[in-house]
């Protein structure tokens, strides 16, 4: 008996549990990868890299975010930044890191082989965990490296208000 051809019908693909921050960061770690690939194989032909033809070139800083009893904590990895060229807004629960990674000028001498490095202006935005007080937040830059604290708000303070009744 011949067997029957069955139809088969794909599973439409899971949504990612990534938020969109790491599957940006992912894809463009990705995208990094395989321009170094390129750049390699070029080379061996004795021909210009091709990140020396990428004019929009994202920099993305590495963040890590930690809670603790009484704080939020987060750093930023900015390598080459001067702390005036980076800003720092925290809205509606949210805080935003923005900032211009400056190239510096090319010498009209030199020949470019390669460039890995990345620069151009970013904006990171995470969500916060936990209620916390801006007012009383502070940073710091060390070493090519932003340090933010924010103070938790005590839960008993922000629920329990006494309200008064006007006259």
Do not use: W
Not at 1 to 28: F, W
Not at 144 to 149: A, D, F, K
């Amino acid at each position: 008996m011949p067997r029957k051809k069955i139809d088969t019908v794909e599973k439409p693909a899971q949504p990612s549990s990534l938020n969109k921050d790491t599957q940006k960061h992912t894809a463009y770690s990705l995208q990094k990868a395989i321009n170094r690939v390129f750049n390699d194989f070029l080379m061996n032909f004795d021909m210009t890299a091709l990140s020396v033809f990428e004019e929009n070139t994202c920099f993305i800083p590495h963040m890590n975010m930690r809670e603790y009893d009484d704080e939020i904590k987060v750093t930023a990895e900015l390598p080459g930044m001067d702390d005036k060229d980076i800003e720092i807004v925290f809205n509606d629960n949210r805080l935003i890191i923005k900032g211009d990674k400056k190239q510096p000028q090319a010498d009209p001498n030199e020949e470019i082989h390669f460039i890995e490095r990345s620069y151009g202006c970013f904006e990171r935005q995470i969500s916060i965990p936990t209620m916390v007080d801006p007012d009383n937040a502070h940073a710091t830059f060390n070493k090519g490296v932003l340090s933010i604290s924010m103070p938790k708000i005590n839960p008993e303070k922000r629920l329990k208000k006494k309200i008064r009744i006007k006259k």
